[in-house]
Every structure is written in C-alpha cells, then in structure tokens.
C-alpha cells in the first residue's frame, strides 16, 4: 500500500501542466508591459524637447520691434531671427543690450531694419522649426495672422 501511495504521489503530474502554463502566461504578459512601457517612456523624453510655448507680437508703435508677449524664455544661441531671409540675430538689441543672451516675456527686441519679412526659427539639435513668423515668408510661403498690438 504505501509503494502504491508513493507511485501515485511520485507520477501524478496533473497539476504540473497548469503551473507551468500560468507561469508561462504571467512572463509573456509582465514581459508584454515590460516593452509597452519602455516604449512610452522613451516617446515621453522625445516630447521633452518640444518647440517652446511662446508668443510673439509685432509692435503697433513701430515695424522695428518684436514684442516677447508670454510663455518661455528664447535664449540667443538657441533662435535665428530672419528678415527678408537674412539672419539679423547678432544684428538685433534685446532690452537696450546688443550682447544679449536671453529674450524674456516683456522685452523687445529691436532692428535697425524694418521688419517686413521676419521669421524666428528655434534650433533643437537636428531640428529647426520656425516658431514665429511675420509677412510673406519666401521659404515657407506663408502668410501668419498675427497681433498687432502687445498684452
């Protein structure tokens, strides 16, 4: 009798198959979530780098002034200010400074020439996206709806 015990407590099995299934199916699906979430956190930091919230107004005093009107800070080495599609960045006078390094929410920035056909691109690495843009732009051909008068 207790060699038959032992033989049916050594070679019963039955429950073995599902154990291992369900262990099986628990690491396909923690590993499942696994790449998921590496995926979305590597899409977050990508959107780490967006364009920055800014808003730009021509002034309604004169055309050789750029109002910083909200939102973030421009940092010089960051930006291209174009006029006519001339790069005017170290041309320009932010708050009476021609060296400046910062464009804040505020201040204005100043040209000596007029500004008819302006645009701003902001540079990220690779990538350049025009971030304001004032007039008939030649390269992007487009023409911006854009206040005149400052906040």
């Given at each position: 009798m207790r060699q038959d015990l032992q033989r049916s407590f050594m070679h019963n099995d039955d429950a073995v198959t599902p154990v291992v299934t369900s262990v099986l199916l628990l690491l396909?699906?923690?590993?499942?979530?696994?790449?998921?979430?590496?995926?979305?956190?590597?899409?977050?930091?990508?959107?780490?780098?967006?364009?920055?919230?800014?808003?730009?107004?021509?002034?309604?005093?004169?055309?050789?002034?750029?109002?910083?009107?909200g939102g973030e800070s421009l940092f010089r080495n960051g930006i291209?200010?174009?006029?006519?599609?001339?790069?005017?960045?170290?041309?320009?006078?932010?708050?009476?400074?021609k060296d400046w390094t910062v464009w804040k929410s505020g201040e204005y920035l100043y040209s000596e020439q007029t500004l008819s056909d302006v645009y701003i691109l902001w540079h990220n690495g690779?990538?350049?996206?025009?971030?304001?843009?004032?007039?008939?732009n030649r390269k992007t051909g487009v023409t911006p709806i854009t206040d005149v008068i400052p906040d």
């Open positions: 396909m699906v923690i590993g499942c979530c696994a790449t998921i979430g590496v995926i979305v956190f590597h899409q977050m930091n990508a959107e780490e780098t967006t364009v920055p919230n800014v808003r730009i107004q021509t002034s309604a005093e004169s055309t050789h002034y750029l109002y910083h009107a291209s200010i174009y006029n006519l599609d001339n790069d005017i960045t170290h041309r320009t006078i932010v708050a009476g400074n690779e990538k350049e996206q025009i971030i304001y843009q004032y007039g008939v």
